[in-house]
């Protein structure tokens, strides 16, 4: 069965630092690629998506991501937080042609210090 | 518009009760999903609908739970003789077409439940 890993489950850090959270998925085929971030008191929200084509892709907030096939990983990456992204983040896999549901990583806490 | 709507948003029950969450999704959405979200966790896929067909039911952890979407809008899970193990968030997703797995799902609110 497919996997993810988040690598970090707490992050902290100050106003303008920079931001990479790690994703990696075990599943070798074609997949579809999601990070959802769940704000305070909120529902999960969908940051950005990757389905093919150019691996780098940008979402919503500055935030973008990239995905590396060869290492299995779509990290994602803001070269400057704000204490508003403050929140928890989700990385989701879904496999191609196999169902549609999603496989959630567990969760990074992401903690701005302003 | 309306986003995915969840109810109750809180639900307490003691252990061996049957519980019954709700999820109303966005209008004209064909895919529903549920997940289960235990504390600390991400969610974990329960069981997915195509209008009124339950699809894929492959998460759902025992025959103690039990999804239904007659109408092909409005979904109940149900739980039944619900057990500690059971209190975790049930979130609710939905996509507006079915059979195309690199849609975004957009989720409700969940449902927290407490079992005692």
């Known amino acids: 069965a497919q996997s993810v890993s988040q690598h970090n489950h707490h992050v902290i850090l100050s106003e303008a630092a920079s931001l990479e959270l790690g994703c990696n998925y075990s599943?070798?085929?074609?997949?579809?690629l999601f990070w959802y971030v769940q704000y305070p008191g909120q529902h999960l929200q969908l940051l950005l998506k990757?389905?093919?084509?150019?691996?780098l892709v940008k979402g919503i907030k500055g935030f973008e991501a990239e995905f590396i096939k060869s290492k299995f990983s779509f990290n994602l990456r803001k070269p400057s937080v704000q204490w508003s992204d403050t929140a928890e983040y989700f990385c989701?896999?879904?496999?191609?042609?196999?169902?549609?549901?999603?496989?959630f990583g567990g969760g990074t806490r992401l903690m701005v210090k302003p | 518009g309306a986003g995915v709507s969840q109810s109750p948003r809180y639900k307490v029950a003691k252990r061996g009760q049957d519980v019954a969450l709700r999820c109303d999704p966005i209008?004209?959405?064909?895919?529903l999903f549920w997940y289960q979200q235990a504390l600390g966790q991400g969610p974990e896929f329960l069981t997915y609908?195509?209008?009124?067909?339950?699809?894929?039911k492959s998460g759902l952890p025992s025959d103690r739970f039990f999804a239904e979407r007659p109408e092909g809008s409005v979904s109940t899970l149900k739980i039944q003789r619900t057990q500690q193990e059971d209190s975790a968030v049930y979130l609710c997703?939905?996509?507006?077409?079915?059979?195309?797995?690199?849609?975004?799902?957009?989720f409700g609110d969940g449902t927290r439940l407490s079992i005692l």
């Open positions: 997703a939905s996509s507006p077409i079915g059979g195309f797995s690199n849609q975004p799902q957009h």
């Open positions: 599943y070798g085929g074609t997949v579809n």
């Open positions: 990757y389905f093919s084509g150019d691996p």
């Open positions: 989701a896999v879904n496999i191609e042609n196999a169902g549609n549901m999603l496989t």
């Open positions: 209008s004209g959405h064909v895919s």
């Open positions: 609908f195509q209008n009124e067909a339950q699809l894929d």
